[in-house]
């Protein structure tokens, strides 16, 4: 019996992509995607069943920040939303990351890859 492959899930948002949070005050850059949930248990035990997201799909990393602080964050793609309103994230890993920000987007430095 031949088993299928698991459908494997495209990302919506890319590595430079600006995002903000669907439920709460925060936007970030995406750094970094997990094709799906890869984080500890504990982690995702900590968020509320009523808002918990599905494992099954893609998680992003970001350079987050809010109106208090700059964080990293980790999100699920049901969360995030394009961030539509054209400003940078002051971040202040972004430069380490990133050696740009152009149309809305950041520009990954040469010598990092994923």
């Not at 982690?43 to 509320?48: E, K, L, R, S």
């Not at 069943?49 to 999100?75: C, G, M, T, W």
């Not at 793609?77 to 961030?83: F, G, I, M, S």
Request: cysteine-free; glycine content about 4%.
């Amino acid at each position: 019996m031949n088993k299928r492959p698991d459908p494997i899930h495209l990302a919506k948002f890319a590595i430079g992509d600006v995002v903000r949070h669907r439920l709460f005050p925060f936007r970030g850059v995406v750094f970094d995607v997990d094709p799906e949930f890869a984080n500890t248990e504990e982690w995702y035990a900590a968020i509320p069943a009523e808002i918990r997201p599905r494992k099954d799909q893609p998680f992003y990393h970001l350079l987050a920040e809010n109106e208090e602080d700059s964080y990293l964050a980790y999100v699920s793609e049901q969360n995030l939303l394009p961030d539509d309103s054209g400003r940078p994230v002051a971040h202040p890993q972004a430069e380490v990351i990133f050696s740009g920000f152009k149309n809305g987007h950041y520009l990954l430095m040469p010598r990092i890859s994923n």
